[in-house]
């Protein structure tokens, strides 16, 4: 019973983990479109800015590992945290300095302190019971990670977009005091949020230096990277992770430019549903949309993308125990292709809302991948989320990718790169339907 209690305060607490870092990582995709004008950035250009927040899981994650080998698990979490937290610190001279390499530098720190933090969690979750309910305890946590993700677009939009961005030439012909005040608003409307957060993120550390964590994966460094990668299974699961994480970034941190690509704007203006539906969401936040930029109008509805993927998770943490979760996996797949595919062939509300509804989809996805790949890996687990973890840098080389095919060709054909990305996913789960495998050949530590 103690440990059943003690297995169960530690996931709650594991869990506002997970919330986090989903929070603070779309929060990222909110200024997006507000750097782009801040910057006169083209759409690579924008992208880049995940590149260097996800380019921090390629270089850290496995270093990550072997550090949580060396301090264990709480205190590298501990670690993550102020890691973290000092990032999120950084937001305010970038702001204050209209510094894009600062930006920049306090996106990856910050993505530094959520690397140690992932590569910790998801296994540490997956081993809180049953091996046979690890996709299920993990769809779970990641259920709140779309919490986070959920909450993030509204924040993003009422408190980051809201207010209209002067052009360079605007700014130029600014004077005296009006130039002063404008460029003051505009570095607390970053500062604010992110100096918020530093706040918080240091009282969750606080309370992981009192926790009581159980030991449940062994800290010592066993098995080598040279096992690990011997595990065809978990080879795959590596390019998985890869392709979802970047087609998810991708879809996430240009939607906004895309509704105003296809001039949805006066769409959404003119539907008493629509935008009733923007007005409610505002007021919950007591925020109201007057006189607010077409930006923010349209970053409301990029809630119901990643809400979606928080009604799926919960979902899917049901579907995974009663079906195989490679073929669940393999139906999610599916049904993301079909409605990207009906989005590229529509235009209006019809494509606006089939390109957010992929966001149901991508649910499962991370989870039931990860879980599928570390499956029957025994010791050489810590070494597995490395590597895993090391694959979300996909979101650091597709989303750019994904920008430079739109300034060439358009988002339309665009998306067909995203397309091939949720392929491969239908592939990785058929082949986990197909069989029960032991994911883990001989070897000896």
Known sequence: MNQEKSYRSSFILLTVLFFLWGFITVLVDSLIPRLRELFTLSYFQAGMVQFAFFGAYFLLSIPASFILSKIGY??????????????????????????????MLAYFILAGGMTVLQVAANPYVAALGSEDGASSRLNLSQAFNSVGTAIAPIIGALYILSDKIKTPEEISSLVGAAKETYLTAEASAVQTPFIGLAIFIGLIAVVFFFAKLPKLISEESTGTYAQAFKQKNLMLGVLGIFFYVGAEVAIGSYLINYFLDMNLVPLVRDSSVMMNTANFIANLFQKSLDGADDKALLGIFVLFYWTGAMVGRFVGSYLTTVMKPG????????????????????????????????GLFNSIMFPTIFTLAIDGLG???????????????????????FGLLTDNVGFKTALIFVICCYGYILFYGLKNTRSKHKNVTEYSL
């Open 74 to 103: 709480k205190r590298g979490i501990i670690l993550g945290l102020i890691t973290m937290a000092v990032g999120c610190l950084l937001f305010y001279p970038a702001a204050s300095y209209r510094e894009f390499s600062i930006f």
């Open 327 to 358: 073929k669940v996996l393999g139906v999610f797949a599916t049904l993301a292709v079909t409605l990207i595919v009906i989005s590229m062939s529509t235009t209006g509300l019809v494509s606006m809302w089939t390109i957010i509804a992929v």
């Open 379 to 401: 010791p050489l687990k810590p070494k597995a989320s490395g590597l895993l973890c090391t694959a979300i840098v996909g979101g650091a080389i597709i989303p750019p990718l």
